[in-house]
């Protein structure tokens, strides 16, 4: 099993800038591709960016695409997200998840199969 922890999440205001981290331990972390997820209250949660296993691709949901930069570092076993221009409509809880080993890219929602706990992000003047 993976263990994810997610962490950086805090009241920002719009315009702002935020960097979560992940911090992923575990058999498999390097094989994997790993995306970034968010959940608001009464929403379904959705993919905001994916980064390849080799940190050779990477992809963004067209809501975040040139705010949002996702990183990995996979002797580190790190993941980040760097957030900018934030707005009061990126407020949600933010999960740090990994897909299957060795699965296909860009990984189908359903190959996500490690999660963290989430971690708060609250964008509001």
């Known amino acids: 099993q993976v263990h994810v922890v997610e962490s950086g999440g805090r009241l920002v205001q719009p315009g702002g800038s935020l960097t979560l981290s992940c911090a992923a331990s575990?058999?498999?972390?390097?094989?994997?591709?790993w995306g970034w997820f968010r959940q608001s209250p009464g929403k379904e949660r959705e993919l905001v960016a994916a980064?390849?296993?080799?940190?050779?691709?990477?992809q963004y949901a067209d809501f975040v695409r040139g705010r949002f930069t996702s990183s990995r570092e996979n002797t580190e076993k790190m993941l980040y997200l760097q957030m900018s221009s934030l707005k009061p409509e990126d407020t949600a809880v933010y999960y740090c998840?990994?897909?299957?080993?060795?699965?296909?890219?860009?990984?189908?929602?359903?190959?996500?199969?490690?999660w963290g706990q989430g971690t708060q992000v609250t964008v509001s003047p």
């Open positions: 998840s990994g897909a299957r080993s060795l699965g296909s890219w860009p990984p189908p929602r359903e190959e996500f199969d490690s």
């Open positions: 980064i390849s296993r080799s940190s050779y691709s990477t």
């Open positions: 575990g058999a498999g972390c390097s094989s994997r591709h």
